[in-house]
């Protein structure tokens, strides 16, 4: 196998290495993998792995460069969503850009092998660079978005950390206990538009789950809708269950589910009808009194499913 001296690779960019040392040590005590070679056996003297890493780095969007990568007559690489934007002139040298591969570059991409970027957070994944990113989409490690709905909040991270979050800056209301009785009121139900919605956080079976609450237009029928998310991934919410429970004048709506993880947004739950869902007509009859006020008594349990192996089922609908 030919050994690769890094000064070979046409499309090298220079580098004082001063961001290779920072690189280096942020990942070497975590991870002991660092970035295996393989086939090319890129470790010339002064030149570690790690700056193979910052060659991929585009300079212009610091982004990890992909096929096609792209380089000028003096050998300056760039990402091609950059080049897009940079009107034909190198941004590092201001020359004409040309329309140049750089394919030592992309090759040497093709040999690497990294971990993935969660490693921090416990993924003990080590991928090729060209499938590194899918992985990074779906890795169980990756943190989670802030599950709270009704505007938008661009917080994420793991679990305690959220739910700290949802407590402290959202002021969500916060029960123990794996049953529930909740009492919804909102003295004008005509306003549908303006989306009611609320979000209670359940603590049970050491885990945490989020009771949601809203209004919404379905297609023309304004109606309300209950559900429950798992604060938590896909694979562990199928170990749980909840019932929900609304009703009145001896006439009573249940309906019973899976949480589903908060991985799948809010939206995603609410637009795939996977709750409770009652008209608001019904609504309306459970709330007694002269129907000009809601006031909707959800009552609800979750509890722990026996662990079954047909754990990977898809329900119907709700797997698009
Ligand atoms: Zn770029
Ligand atoms: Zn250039
Ligand atoms: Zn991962
Ligand atoms: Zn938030």
């Not at 938008?152 to 950390?161: L, R």
């Amino acid at each position: 196998m030919a050994t690769i001296e890094m000064g070979s690779v046409g499309c090298i960019s220079t580098s004082d290495g001063t961001v290779d040392e920072e690189f280096r040590g942020a990942v070497s005590s975590q991870h002991p993998h660092q970035y295996s070679l393989k086939p090319l056996n890129i470790v010339p003297s002064g030149i570690g792995p790690s700056s193979v890493h910052e060659l991929l780095e585009c300079p212009v969007c610091t982004n990890s460069m992909y096929p096609p990568i792209h380089q000028c007559h003096n050998g300056h690489t760039l990402c091609s969503t950059c080049k897009t934007r940079v009107h034909n002139r190198c941004p590092t040298c201001r020359q004409e850009l040309g329309d140049i591969r750089c394919l030592a570059l992309e090759k040497v991409a093709e040999s690497l092998e990294l971990p993935c970027k969660y490693f921090s957070l416990g993924c003990p994944e080590i991928f090729p660079y060209y499938s590194k990113l899918k992985h990074e989409g779906v890795c169980n490690f990756r943190p989670y978005n802030c599950p709270y709905a009704g505007s938008e909040c661009s917080v994420t991270g793991d679990i305690p950390c959220l739910v700290t979050h949802l407590r402290d800056d959202h002021k969500v209301d916060m029960h123990t206990g794996c049953t529930f009785n909740h009492r919804y009121v909102k003295s004008n139900p005509r306003e549908v538009e303006n989306a009611t919605w609320m979000l209670t956080v359940f603590h049970c079976f050491g885990k945490y789950f989020c009771l949601h609450f809203e209004a919404f237009q379905l297609g023309m029928a304004p109606v309300y809708m209950a559900f429950l998310r798992f604060m938590g991934d896909e694979n562990e919410s199928r170990n749980y269950s909840y019932s929900l429970e609304v009703g009145a004048n001896g006439r009573k709506l249940i309906w019973e589910g899976t949480p589903r993880s908060i991985r799948d947004s809010h939206r995603k739950v609410r637009d795939s009808h996977d709750g409770l869902i009652i008209q608001r007509n019904m609504a309306l009859f459970f709330s007694g009194g002269d129907r000009k006020e809601l006031k909707l008594r959800v009552t609800g349990r979750i509890w722990k499913e026996q662990q079954n192996p047909d754990s990977g089922v898809c329900i119907p609908n709700l797997c698009s």
